[in-house]
């Protein structure tokens, strides 16, 4: 899942409201670890515009690698 701006993106408005009540703006995950893990990972940052698609691949190669 890509949440670009937590401030515009109402697919999940009410997880949008929270993370962005922490400062988050832009969301990447949850990436699963593997088919039996029993954990996900997650990338947040404070800015709008970091998450390229670019990035994005790399953090599912990062997960795959993780898992």
Do not use: I, K
């Not at 703006?25 to 515009?49: I, K, M, Y």
């Amino acid at each position: 899942m890509l949440l670009p701006d937590t401030g515009t993106d109402q697919r999940w408005p009410e997880y949008s409201a929270h993370v962005a009540g922490t400062g988050v703006r832009s969301v990447v995950g949850p990436l699963e670890l593997g088919h039996d893990a029993s954990a996900a990972l997650n990338f947040f940052v404070l800015e709008t515009g970091l998450f390229t698609e670019h990035a994005v691949d790399e953090a599912a190669v990062f997960a795959d690698m993780a898992g």
